[in-house]
């Protein structure tokens, strides 16, 4: 997905108190970094950050992680968290492939939001929940595994479902349409998944937890 560069965007989010920069030299020491031993959910590509900042605001037991590759897209998120007060989250400006560099063991749940779908076959291995992503989360999931995601694109959710219940997950909840699933859904909606919705596109979204 191409997205509007904005000039200076590096410069303006290291500005931010919320970016962690070298976030490589935290690794295995995140909940120094927040603090305390509550848990740590983290979500990859996190976009303008609507999804994670209304999260930190709605769990404050919870510390949350964006991790988002476009600094562009990281701008819209540090502008919102101007005058802001939430300590349990953080920002990481980087690639995901990049995470098992940057995490140990230590992360409790990770949300897939959205994520590029990149439905061309040669471009497979890019996506999120790829068999190659699935073995980097292997890496920095704490104990449990635990997977969210929610997406439009309804080629990535098959896909998914597919590729996770090969690796062994197991599904807590399906949904093929978010906002009006008969068993209502606690849900924090995206800035994507707010026009999806006023547009009357279904939402897909899964619940997915490793078999012990």
């Known amino acids: 997905m191409e997205y509007k560069k ?5 410069i303006i989010i290291n500005k931010s108190s919320y970016l962690v920069t070298n976030p490589e030299n935290y690794k295995n020491k995140w909940h120094e970094v927040f603090g305390n031993n509550n848990p740590i959910h983290l979500e ?3 976009g303008r950050g609507d999804f994670i900042i209304n999260m930190a605001m709605a769990y404050p037991k919870i510390n949350f992680i964006g991790l988002e590759i476009s600094d562009s ?10 005058n802001k007060k939430l300590p349990n989250l953080k920002l990481i400006n980087a690639d995901a492939i990049n995470i098992p560099n940057i995490f140990g063991k230590e992360i409790d749940t990770i949300y897939l939001t959205f994520s590029e779908p990149w439905p061309k076959k040669i471009d497979e291995k890019k996506r999120f929940t790829h068999v190659s992503f699935l073995k980097l989360y292997d890496r920095i999931f ?3 595994k635990h997977i969210i995601l929610k997406t439009d694109n309804k080629g990535f959710f098959a896909y998914s479902l597919e ?3 090969q690796y062994w997950y197991s599904f807590e909840r399906v949904s093929l349409d978010l906002h009006h699933n008969e068993i209502p859904i606690p849900n924090i909606m995206t800035d994507f998944e707010k026009r999806y919705y006023e547009e009357g596109r279904p ?10």
Do not use: C, P, W
């Open 6 to 10: 904005i000039k200076d965007a590096n």
């Open 44 to 46: 990859l590509g996190m």
């Open 73 to 82: 897209q990281m701008v819209k998120a540090v502008e919102r968290l101007v």
């Open 142 to 144: 704490k104990r449990h």
């Open 163 to 165: 590729t996770l219940s």
């Open 203 to 212: 939402i897909y979204y899964l619940d997915a937890v490793f078999k012990e």
